[in-house]
């Protein structure tokens, strides 16, 4: 096996073999090709889907560019969000500062896009030059009437996960300024679905058919109004721990409003979810059109998984994603698909999470914190696995080896959430398993090429 | 309809990359090379993501992942620690360093720390080549200049001329192009260093193994020969002063021959004439016969596409030589875009197009796809040409998009995609072509299986 970097040997554990420990949340280390990015990676991650908004990043050109229509996050209505704009910054405006430039784009964009709010996202440079995003913003959303936020994402303050934290606060600011008139006492907040896909409508009609009414989602297909009251709901129901805790923690301390965590990904985790919001109301009807819409969903979904699971029996999956949480329920979906998780890894998890995955996971299980590329093969080769999960930058890695591979990061254009989407997660997974494409791959010396067939056909 | 180029203070969709963007990916076409940025850990995640989706192929860029603290204390330490790191777990033989705006914007001096660090280690280190590489200045294109420039600076050695060797330095072109041009070469006998060269790093076979660094690149060996070839024959009207071509005349005393990216018949022309006098050879019969069979077809299809308007966008060589080719088969190009500022498009487009236009094309630098987008209207356009992301003008216009360059992120085999000589002209003119003959198809009531 790859030797590890020294500096790296704590964040890699194996279950089973040692007691559990492992750290993280730690900088990458210089000079590792580290698979994460950078805070203003995390806010763009969280903040991106809401449509309405005019998202402006206030640096040089890259930071934009690099984040302009990438993510599959769906809008029902207005498309702002697939924009990318800048301030494109330039040596002058590094020199004598950039707070005029700003003002100038934010005022010629609110113009030109009347958007219901904006969000000004700093970037490295910016935390260096100094400007003061927040007194230009308290200008401009004087002078323009709309609610225009600083998103302090300054990349080098950390990785992704200060970025979430960035972005929350920036929500929190919207949250509470609307009227909450209306609102059903069996109301919740859709937190940490991005509707990539469309996975947010499908979530939002399994809770409309309970009988739930969803106030906001924070943020697929998410509007400022919305944001602005969804302090009035009776419930946030939480996705993916990483990214939107924090702006659920604020709303429990502002507004009291409770909050439970819930995963979409896999059949057992979603009607899980499901119940858990009913038994938070704890009404009688509810729970009963619960019961009913799992079982629809299970009679719908469960036959059409067979023909899967028989093909993909025994096969090894590993699993390295951009937070933890999503890779209880990866886990769990490969379990029933009746395959063999054997590492998993992310670029951002807490050691809670990976201690309890590390409990849920079978003896041997590679359990990483925030791996590079050479790590990340020789786990790959060593564990002799059949199909990756993870995001762009894994693919390669796993196509180069011959290993399968799905996307599960948020440039991804299938719906793999709710019932339906572990339908669509298993014909993923199998059509990338299946395709008889590998028996090549194997074959790729040229002594690989001169078979007893082509002999037979040659010499007779 | 306004002639002049809409001046908006913000950008919206550009059209055009940052400066490091192109450095790791000269970097990239370097045997056995890293490329390193020296900055925060998020630029080259970005960038790898970017790459990765265009190439469908790995690669690493290594960064001194800086933090807060270390941005304001210096980002020297870091720096030394990872190229520490770096050379302990790739062993490469080159570290290519491009500065990002942060460590330029904190005014880091990579020079001072380099040479720092050399004194401080002990044992055989990789060979270091830095380059400025700020985004607030600039775009990705003169980030892959600037690297080569660096390269061709500090490895290029000079002596005694060798007769039948020269340097092509092709700007940044595909791979299937670069293997083209390779073949061109050899055809003529001629001995060249082309650099960089990212055919194999950038689109290599299925081996079922990962390599730390992928074979191919240009040879180090080869770079340091090129200050004793012959000729330097550098693509690009709209480069500017220090080129890596015209330090090698300065330095090393080979001379430069300064050419447009060879797109189109005229523009490659030129390039087989000039290979032929290097070589002394006759253009060999198979790439006469290439260039007859691009004319006969020119002829065959020119009614079809004469007369239709197109825009072209992208990096300003490229824009350059397309619109050379769009003009020499009948098309008009209305407007050419790029987000590069190099002064030199419009001139460059003049010189290239001046005997064939009646009328100049609208010419603008500093371009993103809402100032495109709003000239396009007035304009009515046929056809766009350029990268993917035109996408969305595109499909708003409802006119086909001919995909070339970099990046292409919509379809596969960007880096298949042949743009240059007379074969790479040919499957664009197919291209071309075949769209418009698709879209008469395809609007009409009658629907011709027969054009
Ligand atoms: S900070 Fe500069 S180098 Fe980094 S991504 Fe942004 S533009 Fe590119
Ligand atoms: S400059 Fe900073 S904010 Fe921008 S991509 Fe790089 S690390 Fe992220």
Known sequence: MEALLEDRQEQVHRTGEQPFTLVCNKDSLAGAVSQRACVFCGSRVVLYPIADALHLVHGPIGCAVYTWDIRGALSSGPELHRLSFSTDLQERDVIFGGEEKLYRALIELIDRHSPKGAFVYSTCIVGIIGDDLEAVCRRVEAEKGIPVIPVQSEGFKGNKRAGYTAACNAMARIIGTGDTAGISPYSINILGDFNLAGEIWMIREYFERMGVQVVANITGDGRIADLARAHGAALNVVQCSGSTMDLAKIMEERYRVPSIRVSYFGIEDMAQSLYDVAEHFGDPEMLEKTRKLVKEELARVVPQLQKYREALAGKKAAIYVGGSFKAFSLVNAFRLLDMQVVMVGSQTGTEQEYRELAEITDPGTIIVDDANPLELTSFLEEKEVDILVGGVKERPIAYKLGVGFCDHNHERKEALAGFQGMLNFAEEVYSSVMSPVWRFAMRTKDKDLVTETSKTIVKG | ?451
């Not at chain 2, 033989?93 to 330029?104: F, M, P, R, V, Y």
């Not at chain 2, 001072?112 to 990789?126: I, S």
């Not at chain 2, 009328?359 to 371009?367: A, I, T, W």
């Not at chain 2, 009515?380 to 001919?402: Q, W």
């Open chain 2, 1 to 451: 309809m306004s002639k002049n180029p809409p001046n908006y203070i913000s950008t919206t969709n550009a059209c055009k990359l940052c400066t490091p963007l192109g450095a790791c990916l000269a970097f990239k076409g370097i045997e056995g090379a890293v490329p390193y940025l020296h900055g925060s850990q998020g630029c080259a995640t970005y960038m790898r993501r970017y790459i990765i989706s265009h190439y469908n192929e790995p690669i690493d860029i290594a960064s001194s992942s800086l933090s807060e603290k270390n941005a304001i204390y210096g980002g020297g330490p870091n720096l030394k620690m990872g190229l520490v790191n770096v050379t302990q777990k790739y062993q490469p033989k080159l570290i290519g360093i491009a500065t990002t705006c942060l460590t330029e914007t904190i005014g880091d001096d990579v020079g001072r720390y380099l040479h720092e660090f050399h004194r401080e280690t002990v044992g055989t280190m990789p060979i270091m080549v830095r380059v400025s590489t700020p985004s607030y200045n600039g775009t990705h294109m003169e980030g892959f200049h600037a690297a080569v420039t660096a390269v061709v600076e500090q490895l290029a050695e000079g002596g005694e001329a060798v007769q039948g060797k020269i340097n092509l330095l092709p700007g940044f072109i595909s791979p299937a192009d670069k293997r083209y041009v390779s073949d061109i070469l050899d055809d003529f006998g001629l001995d060249a260093t082309i650099l960089p060269d990212i055919s194999d790093t950038m689109d290599g076979p299925a081996t079922s193994k990962y390599d730390k660094i992928q074979p191919g690149g240009t040879p180090l060996a080869s770079i340091a020969t090129m200050g004793r070839a012959s000729a330097t024959i550098e693509f690009g009207r709209t480069l500017h002063g220090k080129t890596a071509g015209a330090l090698l005349e300065q330095k090393h005393g080979v001379k430069r021959i300064s050419l447009g990216v060879p797109i189109g018949i005229e523009e490659s022309d030129l390039f087989f004439a000039s290979l032929s006098m290097l070589s002394g050879r006759p253009i060999p019969e198979k790439h006469v016969q290439e260039r007859g069979r691009l004319v006969d077809s020119y002829i065959d299809c020119h009614k079809y596409i004469f007369g239709k308007k197109a825009i072209v966008y992208g990096e300003e060589d490229l824009v350059v030589a397309l619109t050379a080719f769009l003009a020499e088969i009948g098309v008009v190009p209305v407007l050419c875009a790029s987000g590069g500022k190099s002064g030199k498009l419009a001139a460059a487009i003049k010189d290239t197009t001046g005997d064939i236009l009646a009328e100049q094309p609208l010419v603008f630098e500093g371009m993103d796809f809402f100032d495109i987008s709003e000239m396009a209207e007035s304009l009515a356009p046929d056809l766009l040409i350029g990268h993917s992301k035109g996408y969305p003008l595109s499909r708003k216009l409802e006119i086909p998009l001919i995909r070339v360059g970099f990046p292409i992120h919509d379809r596969m085999g960007g880096q298949r995609i042949l743009h240059l000589g007379y074969r790479g002209t040919q499957a664009l003119f197919d291209q071309v072509v075949n769209a418009t003959l698709a879209r008469k198809q395809s609007d009409s009531s009658v629907g011709y299986s027969y054009m």
